[in-house]
């Protein structure tokens, strides 16, 4: 055979299979949601890691699937997610999964569990240790299909009008929090009720909440907490990670192509990555910028955390046996963590290694 005639099959070949990858992707479904979210858009990895994935979908789709996000109460109630996807209202959602936990106790675990699983070990036990299949377990029972779509760095654990010395402080006070940490403050005697973040300035500002807590520091920073709250503390022990989720209705996930369900959760993979590397990359800034401008920035005393732990060993245990479901997931999960706990505690340095070193 020539070398022309060689050449010329090539390029017949080549040209085959780009037409038959033009085919592949005009014969793709055409999948178009309008996505409500629970959060802005604006708000650092909390909320624009929805559109990020969004984006990503519409490139590598060739634009077959086209998520388009709507801003909190555009479209529903911000904390009504859960509830339309599961009724079929919407097609699908994006929020932290732990709002409906009134509804499905054990969702409060996936969206964040204090003294639990950070966000890598969090992707580990969904991907590796059983997490996935509980979570399927537990919502597709109500309808539901949800995709870890976006997981963040711990959050501060806390806004206040007052300083905080002793858990004493806590009693009385008008605190702004979600899910299972909530009802773990409450055990201080804090007035617990829950508000969506644009709710929360004027809530502090008036004196309708004595404080708050709700993500990272630079997503507080951006609703201006530092400017109405004098004083923050860390560590954010109540939510190590905080973990959304694409709810998307079982009925509409289950009648998608395999390539379509295959993209959707490739790209929320990704955007798991681009979450965490966005909100690690961000915080050490934003809280020296609070110091620089008059924030009193604090750490919780050892003693304080240890009332913080044994509240929620409380909690845990109530729930647990309140709630099969429940009891099974956070066994998992504390079954996870405790299997890890010696490559953690020898396999990386100590947090402090530096400032250990220095000393």
């Known amino acids: 055979m020539s070398k022309k005639t060689t050449t010329l099959l090539g390029t017949v070949a080549a040209i085959g299979a780009l037409s038959l990858m033009a085919t592949t992707a005009q014969a793709q479904e055409r999948v178009r949601w309008q996505v409500p979210m629970s959060f802005a858009s604006t708000l650092t990895a909390l909320g624009d890691t929805m559109p990020w994935v969004a984006d990503q ?5 060739g634009g ?5 996000v709507a801003e909190p109460g555009a479209v529903i109630p911000a904390l009504s997610i859960f509830e339309n996807v599961s009724e079929g209202n919407i097609d699908a959602g994006y929020s932290w999964m732990g709002y ?4 499905v106790p054990a969702a409060a675990l996936f969206g964040a569990t204090p003294f639990g699983l950070e966000s890598i070990e969090f992707l580990a036990w969904m ?13 597709h029972a109500y309808n539901v299909h949800p995709i870890l779509c976006g997981t963040i760095s711990p959050e501060t654990a806390g806004w206040f009008r007052n300083e905080i010395t002793s858990p ?8 702004r929090a979600a899910g299972v940490g909530g009802e773990i403050m409450a055990e201080f005697g804090m007035s617990v009720t829950i508000m969506p973040g644009g709710e929360l300035y004027q809530a502090l500002e008036t004196g309708v909440l004595d404080g708050t807590e709700f993500s990272l520091p630079t ?8 400017q109405v709250a004098n004083w923050l503390y860390l560590p954010g022990w109540h939510q190590p990670s905080t973990n959304q989720f694409l709810y998307v209705n079982l009925d509409v996930w289950n009648g998608l192509s395999d390539l379509s369900r295959a993209q959707i959760g490739t790209a929320c993979m990704a955007g798991n990555a681009y979450s965490i590397a966005r909100a690690e990359a961000l915080q ?7 110091q620089e401008r008059g924030t009193n920035v604090g750490t919780y005393s050892d003693d304080m955390i240890q009332g913080f732990y044994d509240a929620t060993q409380t909690v845990m245990a109530r729930w647990s046996e309140r709630d099969e479901m429940f009891g099974r997931v956070y066994a998992s999960m504390m079954e996870y963590q405790a299997e890890l706990r010696p490559w953690k505690e020898m396999g990386y340095l100590p947090r402090d290694w530096q400032s250990r070193i220095e000393d």
């Not at 077959?64 to 388009?68: G, S, V």
């Open 57 to 61: 979908l519409r490139a590598i789709s």
């Open 219 to 226: 997503v507080d920073e951006q609703l201006g907490f530092y």
């Open 100 to 103: 409906e936990w009134g509804t």
């Open 64 to 68: 077959n699937i086209d998520l388009r």
């Open 127 to 139: 991907t590796h240790h059983g997490g996935q299949e509980l979570l399927e377990e537990t919502f």
């Open 284 to 290: 050490g800034a934003v809280i020296q910028s609070f």
């Open 168 to 175: 004493e402080d806590f009693r009385g006070m008008r605190f």
